[in-house]
Nanobody, 123 residues
């Protein structure tokens, strides 16, 4: 059974940084795309960043490009989201997800989800 467990959320001031972690277990993820999504109150869940596990190829939503970095550490089966220059509009619950499709960026393409971690950016 696949488990994705996020951690690292919290409260930070605008301009600050946070690093989210997603510990993955239950299968081999070498052919999976791992993604980060976020959902703010009253809004739809939106794609933030993705990484193809085997090659490390990454891609980002325009809203976070240049500020966020997604990476993975094979030895720990963990995916990270380094978030810099945070803005109040980055406030949301952040979710880790896994998809069996290369380059997946739509929530419906992802098969497995974590429980989410809250990120709050104060102005």
């Amino acid at each position: 059974q696949v488990h994705l467990v996020e951690s690292g959320g919290g409260l930070v001031q605008a301009g600050g940084s946070l690093t989210l972690s997603c510990a993955a277990s239950g299968r081999t993820f070498s052919r999976y795309t791992m993604g980060w999504f976020r959902q703010a109150p009253g809004k739809e869940r939106e794609f933030v960043a993705g990484i193809f596990w085997s090659t490390g190829t990454t891609y980002y939503a325009d809203s976070v490009k240049g500020r966020f970095t997604i990476s993975r550490l094979n030895a720990k089966n963990t995916v990270y989201l380094q978030m810099n220059s945070l803005k109040p509009e980055d406030t949301a619950v952040y979710y880790c997800a896994a998809a069996g499709l290369y380059g997946a960026s739509s929530a419906r393409e992802y098969n497995y989800w974590g429980q989410g971690t809250q990120v709050t950016v104060s102005s």
